[in-house]
């Protein structure tokens, strides 16, 4: 089960850090990915990580200003978010999978519910 938490509303330009708590064993063996889905737009790709966290993954848009991260100790994986634009409004998602091209492809085997981020212009 995956919990994701840390959205809210924030002006251009500012920050936010997400979190998805895993709950559960073996969570250090699982790719872990962050999914967006804005107003009207299919679900895209953001970001993904290694297990253990040494390959990390960004799409174009986000690269330099968003930062994926994880905590095995804790069962989390965390996005930094800065400079924040309207464009990266939309729910955000944190997926799990222990194969690498279901997890970049969409295809995981574990999704979090999403929480909502809002930048204002």
């Known amino acids: 089960q995956l919990q994701a938490s840390g959205g809210g509303l924030v002006q251009a330009g500012g920050s936010l850090r997400l979190s998805c708590a895993a709950s559960?064993?073996?969570?250090?063996?699982?790719?872990m990915a962050w999914f967006r889905q804005g107003p009207g737009k299919d679900r895209e790709f953001i970001s993904s990580?290694?297990?253990?966290?040494?390959?990390?993954r960004y799409r174009d848009p986000v690269k330099g200003r968003f930062t994926i991260s994880r905590d095995n100790a804790r069962n989390t994986v965390y996005l930094q978010m800065n400079n924040l634009k309207p464009e990266d409004t939309a729910v955000y998602l944190c997926t799990a999978s222990i194969f690498y091209p279901r997890i970049i492809s969409g295809a995981s085997d574990y999704w979090g519910q999403g929480t909502q981020v809002t930048v204002s212009s």
């Open positions: 559960g064993r073996a969570f250090s063996s699982y790719y």
């Open positions: 990580i290694s297990g253990d966290g040494l390959s990390t």
